[in-house]
């Protein structure tokens, strides 16, 4: 039916009104149910015939289905297609023990096809999850803005911010302290969000990440000879940092064969504790002065010892990593008094400083380390091994041309004796000259100690020949020049 039709219609219809005018009462209500009758019948016919076109058409309307770039079916519905991801996710997060999200660029593009170029739904299940890419809902821990990690469930991202703190409970336990708070400095939180299943930790993984600030291992295997001072100074690295690496070991009981970690950690994390601890602490004594003219100016000798005292400290501590960084003295009670040290110091003139010529030992004790090769070095003086704190004497008057640390040696007394000859002695506690001060010959210029790289209290004691290292057993009590 067109436009064509209805226009027929009205003419007919113009021309039937006209000549109604003519007909009788009877006639003309006859004639105006006959063409009521057909105008339903003429409005009904239309509105069947469009009623049919447009059935015809919604039976044929389909969806083509992409995903990106890709057609993967056809569907009459799109909450089939949406059906299919539903059971695809509930899948997915049933072998994976995670909240799924399927992100994927889905788009329908409408299309007329018969019902049999229809994509079965078996089909369509496959061809999505041969297209498939999908993250999972996770628990990023998130340090100052960043994420570090994340994990499964927030439980273990809670979880792992606890063991983080454990180890700085248990040792104030150690200490016998009572931690009043615990904390992370930094701006910690954890946040749910769509992650790559990749990406996911495991919380053991994650804990070292954190508390080491890297996820790299480097391990030296200890050898014959070795100490924590050789080991560190063949990877550039100080002792001090060695030992932050390896937390758990005894740096002086290292065997060949340990394993040693080369990592000095950086965490991320910075656990901050204040504790209330209780502590002895040293009262100093004072040392008074008593002259004697049969003793050399320089001399002293110790009349009574001096003894320190004993204080009850309790203490508000502030650490951050186990380090304190911050301490406040609550309360303080004296447990013993101490007792003051008397010193004799000599009042008679002093020898010349002129070299003689003659070296003399500079301290007592036992060879523990003769001249020349060891451990694949050269050792370029002698060790001489005694109790901390004994004197160290001047081998022979000259001046001193060094005074102070100097790295290995650790606190070093260098004197230059005139002729090309100097000696040096290494390793000291105390020293009790300086740079540019005469000395004579037995002058006691430092005192025995563990400085340095040392394994033990001694005096490394060199003789150098124009800056030549010379084995000092050839010239003690022997004239050199």
Known sequence: MNSSFFEKVKQKLNIFFKNLKNLNQRDKYKWISLISVGLVLIVGIFYYAHYKNVKEELNSKAYDVYIGNSKIGVVKDQKKVEKVMNEIETNLSKQYGLEVSVDQNMRFVETNLSDDSLTLESQLKEKIKSNLSFNVFAYAINVNGKDLGAVKTKEDAENIINEIKKPYIEESKKEDSKIENIAIAEDVKIIKKKVSIKDIKKPDELIVFLQKGTTEEKTHIVEEGENYWTIAHDYNLTVEELEEANPNKDHELIHPGDEISLVVPKPYLTVETTETTTFSEDIDYEVEYEYSASMYEDQTSVKRSGKEGKKEVVAKVKKQNGIEVAKEIIKESIVSSPVSKIVIKGTKDVPPTRA?????????GRLSSPFGYRWGRHH???????????????????????SGWKGSYGYLVEIDHGGGFKTKYGHCSKIYVKKGEKIYKGQTIAAVGNTGNSTGPHVHFEVLKYGKPQNPYNYINKKYR
């Open 356 to 364: 003689s010529g003659v070296f003399i030992r500079p301290t007592r």
């Open 380 to 402: 370029d003086g002698i060790d001489l091994a005694s109790s901390i704190g004994t004197p160290i004497k001047a081998a022979d008057g000259g001046v001193v041309t060094y």
